[in-house]
């Protein structure tokens, strides 16, 4: 083979110069470009890593004899790493994470030996775990009784009573939750204010030691039932003041002094809507025409419809005596003062200096007339 190539065409063959020319030069500028290039390209597309959760296979049925799980595994975290385009473009589906639930012979909080796939070419998983934690227990059914779970009544009104049907469910879980679990119904009762009968309700099943919190993993064996709510309106009791209703006048020469009413007031018993219109009441009409004299009208009150009145021995009337006192008094008779007639007055003004009366003249005239005497 040497032979060959000694004697062959390749043996007096030489490089160009330009090749050999200035080659450090040239290898250079080919390491710059390359280092150009790379940059260039991580610049765009970096690699990239990040961590995500990733969700526990834990059907139930995948857990042998009657064992099942008493909580819900947690998530796993793991971190994918690839370029940038490959790790946003990851789809969570990509990865299965699957307990070995065959390890479990007892109850209890355990370690399962955990497997991780991921069907993504493309990027690559790092810090996954190699086991996830249990809580494993045996499954169990009990019956309990329903609780409903209303909004609130309006104003003047109250719930009397609940009644679901079935009264009790038969419930289906973990052993140790079983004994805390509660099976409640949710109702919106809105402005309703008589009975309401609510068909298909849902039930749920809530940890009352937690907030309320939904137990999952427990079944309801009767899913729904039939709810009726009993709306009444709410009793109370009002101090009303009666109120006499007079008609006609007293008799001429006298006056109305004095209305009073025994027992001023009373108390009313009954639906707080019916009570708060209720503040005064009326007596029927009490005819007072031509009274001269005090009376007292002995009447009957009743009350208003769907109320009741309370007496001070406790007991209950819808009707009670009233006494009604009208006071009369008589008016003084009048005095009547004459009152003197003034003088005409004179067209020429009188002297209110008195004439001298003459002095009788000593000699008597026989014959003559007598003379008047002054005044």
């Known amino acids: 083979m040497r032979r060959l190539r000694s004697s062959g065409p390749w043996r007096n063959r030489q490089a160009p110069q330009w090749i050999s020319r200035n080659l450090r030069v040239k290898l250079l500028a080919i390491l710059l470009a390359l280092a ?15 961590q995500i959760l990733v969700h526990v296979q834990q059907d139930s049925q995948q857990l042998p004899g009657s064992y099942v799980l008493a909580h819900a595994i947690n998530d796993i975290g793991v971190r994918i790493s690839g370029t940038r385009d490959h790790v946003d473009a990851f789809q969570l589906s990509s990865i299965r994470a699957t307990p070995n639930f065959d390890a479990i012979h007892h109850t209890g ?33 009990t019956s309990v009784k329903v609780q409903v ?67 999952t993993d427990v079944t309801v064996k009767e899913g729904t039932v039939r709810v009726t709510v009993v709306i009444k309106p709410v009793d109370g009791s009002l101090v009303a003041t009666v109120l006499p209703q007079l008609i006609g006048q007293v008799a001429a020469g006298h006056v109305l002094s004095v209305v009073s009413v025994d027992p001023p007031t009373v ?26 004299a005090d009376h007292t009208f002995t009447i009957t009150l009743d009350a208003p419809k769907g109320l009741v009145f309370t007496l001070a021995s406790g007991a209950t009337a819808t009707s009670i005596p009233i006494n009604v006192h009208v006071s009369v008094g008589a008016l003084p008779e009048a ?41």
């Not at 150009?36 to 690699?47: E, F, I, T």
């Not at 026989?366 to 002054?374: D, E, H, N, W, Y």
């Open 36 to 50: 150009s290039w790379v940059v260039v390209v991580y610049a765009a597309n970096p690699p990239d890593s990040r």
């Open 109 to 141: 909080i355990q370690q399962l030996p955990l497997t991780v796939v991921n069907t993504d070419p493309n990027v690559e998983l790092t810090d996954e775990p190699p086991t996830v934690t249990a809580d494993v227990d045996l499954l169990a059914s």
């Open 149 to 215: 779970r209303t909004s609130k009544t309006p104003v003047g009104y109250q719930i009397s009573s609940i009644t679901a049907d079935p009264a009790s469910v038969q419930l289906i879980g973990p052993h140790n939750e079983l004994g805390i679990a509660q099976a409640v119904v949710d109702l919106n009762l809105g402005t309703r204010t008589n009975t309401l009968t609510q068909d298909g309700l849902p039930v749920l099943v809530v940890d009352p030691r937690n907030g309320n919190r939904p137990l």
């Open 267 to 292: 108390i009313l018993t009954g639906p707080q809507d019916l009570i708060n219109g209720a503040q005064q009441l009326p007596t029927t009409q009490i005819p007072i025409y031509g009274l001269t």
């Open 335 to 375: 005095v009547v003062t004459p009152t003197p007639p003034s003088p005409a007055p004179s067209a020429t003004a009188r002297s209110t200096t008195p004439t001298p009366c003459p002095s009788p003249s000593p000699t008597a005239i026989v014959g003559g007339p007598t003379p008047k005497p002054c005044p």
